[in-house]
């Protein structure tokens, strides 16, 4: 199998999974993408967009980068590209239903401030997206652009790469 690595992939974690590719013996090359990360010459309809973890994912559908993303999802759509999301959030969420339980530390992360002269606690973002609302988000993702959603740790990544694109798309999403 040869693997296409879009050239935009993050350096250092391409380093990461270009070592564990080596491990594996997988061929590869880079170059810029249509959509996604990561896809075989074998089946160029099958096409990974790694996400390195379910913060990078909220920011994928609640932020600025919202628009991008979606237009993203509809481009692989469109195209009858079959788009896997792997997010490498680690051991505690496995499938799409832990996602719902997630507890998103920006959500609940506190500092102190100075109001008035007196020292008061605040979170610093209590509008930060929760599990619930991910979940319900990377549902509808799933269901409108037919994404497949899968979970992996950092130190699989390019095991389950592998596994995905020689078609074992797995039961975590």
């Keep these: ?24 013996g997988v061929q590869y090359f880079r170059s810029k993408m249509y959509v996604g990360d990561y896809q075989s010459l074998d089946n160029p309809r099958l096409v990974i967009d790694r996400k390195k973890d379910l ?7 609640s932020s600025k980068q919202h628009e991008r993303f979606k237009a993203e999802l509809l481009r692989a759509k469109e ?3 079959k788009l896997v999301i792997l997010c ?9 239903e832990d996602v719902f339980f997630w507890k998103n530390p920006r959500k609940y992360q506190i500092r102190w401030k100075t109001v008035n002269g007196k020292r008061v606690k605040d979170v610093i973002s209590a ?22 959603i899968q979970f992996c740790s950092k130190e699989e990544t390019g095991k389950r790469i592998i ?9 975590g999403g």
């Design 1 to 24: 199998m040869q693997v296409q690595v879009d050239t935009r992939e993050h350096a250092k974690e391409w380093e990461r999974i270009k070592g564990q590719f080596d491990a594996l």
């Design 127 to 148: 509008k930060a997206v929760d599990g619930n609302q991910l979940y319900k988000s990377l549902c509808t993702i799933r269901d409108r652009y037919g994404v497949d």
């Design 88 to 96: 490498e959030h680690g051991a505690d969420i496995k499938t799409l």
């Design 163 to 171: 596994e995905i694109l020689s078609g074992g798309l797995g039961d």
């Design 55 to 61: 913060q990078e994912i909220c920011g994928n559908v």
């Design 79 to 81: 195209q009858g590209i």
